[in-house]
Nanobody, 126 residues
Framework: QVQLVESGGGLVQAGGSLRLSCAASGRTFSSYIMGWFRQAPGKEREFVAAISRSGGTTYYADSVKGRFTISRDNAKPTVYLQMTSLKSEDTAVYYC???????????????????WGQGTQVTVSS
């Protein structure tokens, strides 16, 4: 089992940057695929990015590719989401999550993730 706590959200102007962190408890962090999702008001939760157990492979939603970078430090254990060139449409609550199964289609499905953080609000003003 793993517990996840996000931090780093806040208010930023369009074009700015933020780095989200997700600290994990437990000694099995390195055995999980980690993902970031987001949910805007009135919308469904959507996939943002995922990273393999070693950190060697990453996947991104088309909407954030080239602007966001997911990374992890298994020694800490923490997963990060560096967000740059932020747009108003990036405004949402951002969640980190842990999954046991790796695969291109699998990691994009929220139902594949067993553990979730409480979320952190990101607001981008235009």
């Amino acid at each position: 089992q793993v517990q996840l706590v996000e931090s780093g959200g806040g208010l930023v102007q369009a074009g700015g940057s933020l780095r989200l962190s997700c600290a994990a408890s437990g000694r099995t962090f390195s055995s999980y695929i980690m993902g970031w999702f987001r949910q805007a008001p009135g919308k469904e939760r959507e996939f943002v990015a995922a990273i393999s157990r070693s950190g060697g492979t990453t996947y991104y939603a088309d909407s954030v590719k080239g602007r966001f970078t997911i990374s992890r430090d298994n020694a800490k254990p923490t997963v990060y989401l560096q967000m740059t060139s932020l747009k108003s449409e990036d405004t949402a609550v951002y969640y980190c999550a842990a999954a046991a199964t790796w695969g291109v289609s699998v990691v994009k499905r929220s139902s594949e993730y067993s553990y979730w953080g409480q979320g952190t609000q990101v607001t981008v003003s235009s």
